[in-house]
């Protein structure tokens, strides 16, 4: 990413993706109680791709070009 405010939108984009993703997976998980998501495989799945979804775009904003910028 070459713009500063694309490289951040990237980073708060995909934190909240891997944070969302984390709770999903947990209530999913029977980990987290208190939701109608709770003990629900589905969420578990769901959870699971948006952390790795939030992962790659936390990698992609926080790597730096290759012509030392």
Known sequence: ?????????????GAIALLVGVVFAGQGANLI???SMTGDRTWLYIGLVLAVVG????????RRRKDGS
């Open 33 to 35: 109680p208190g939701s």
């Open 55 to 62: 992962i790659v775009l936390l990698v992609l904003g926080i």
């Open 1 to 13: 990413m070459k713009s500063r405010a694309g490289r951040i939108t990237l980073i708060v984009v």
